[in-house]
């Protein structure tokens, strides 16, 4: 039998908005990196120049953007861009390379990101991983019924896939935390539960989410809970991770900065960050 295992790329807070944003070589990219916090126009540049790599280096099995992915899907502007995100992200990204999306509390109302991205709870498997996207919603109360439903769709989710995964590796996608739970604006309405969930579980499934840009790594009770550092502010990071049966390996990839000026693009470089063993 064929042992299950896949390798995925996490990108997560990207902030897009809309363009015309001009496409910079190398040296014009670095000389504006410093300028400010997030790296909203130079998304237009650093994604497709991330997207190429990972498309031609790295080929995972599929790419999930976990939230954020424009910076405001609310106002007039909402609409298009997250339509230009799905068409840039998927004109840029390698053929063939599947996409997976996570409903962030920037992307605008849920009906409107469900009209371009589709359902924001749901389940899928790859190479007998099994996979859940929960929707945490929100970080004020303007929703706080859809959010509130959302949270117990999710819960009910999480049980559906365990039920299905056995002791298959398995991993969940959320763009809030959901370890620690209760923190306003940054936890999972339904976290209490999905936190008794996981820890019931047979074995460990591992939390992957964005959100708080400069990430961070919890282990509690044998549940790891990661949150990567977002795509928009320095050092500019994606992730690759290696799920199997024995394990989750993750290596961040970060834009390497100091690179030659004599090339034409960037270049992200990679290192191990963690390594869970289960
Ligand atoms: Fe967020």
């Known amino acids: 039998m064929q042992h299950a ?16 944003h001009p496409r910079l070589d190398w040296p014009a990219l670095k000389q504006r990196l410093p300028e400010q916090v997030r790296a909203v126009p130079l998304a237009d540049t650093m994604l497709p120049m991330a997207l ?16 954020d992915q424009v910076d405001s899907g609310w106002d007039d ?5 997250l339509e230009a995100f799905r068409d840039f992200t998927s004109a840029q990204a390698a053929s063939g390379i599947p ?8 992307d605008g109302p849920r009906e409107r990101f469900s009209g371009v991205f589709g359902e924001t709870v749901y389940r899928f498997i790859v190479n007998g991983c099994h996979f859940a996207v929960l929707d945490s919603g929100l970080m004020t109360e303007e929703q706080e019924e859809g959010d509130q439903e959302a949270a117990r769709r999710g819960n009910e989710l999480l049980s559906e896939l365990f039920a299905a995964a056995g002791d298959a590796p398995a991993a969940v996608f959320i763009h809030f935390y959901i370890y620690p739970a209760g923190v306003p604006g940054y936890s999972f ?12 579980h047979s074995r460990p499934v591992a939390v992957i989410n964005g959100h708080h840009h400069s990430g961070r790594v919890s282990v509690v009770h044998g549940v790891p809970y990661y949150t990567a550092r977002s795509f928009t502010e320095a050092p500019w990071a994606f992730c690759l991770h290696e799920l199997s049966e024995t394990g989750l390996v993750i290596t961040e990839f970060t834009l390497d900065a100091h690179a030659e000026e004599l090339r034409e693009v960037g270049q992200w470089r990679g290192s191990e960050v963690c390594r869970f063993e289960f």
């Open 5 to 20: 295992s896949c390798r995925f790329v996490q990108i997560t807070d990207i902030h897009y908005a809309t363009p015309p």
């Open 52 to 67: 190429e790599q990972i498309s031609t280096q790295i080929k995972p099995d599929f790419i999930i953007y976990t939230g």
């Open 77 to 81: 502007a909402g609409l298009a861009n």
């Open 99 to 106: 996409i997976y999306s996570v409903y962030g509390n920037h």
């Open 189 to 200: 309405r339904g976290s209490a539960e999905a936190i008794e969930l996981l820890e019931a």
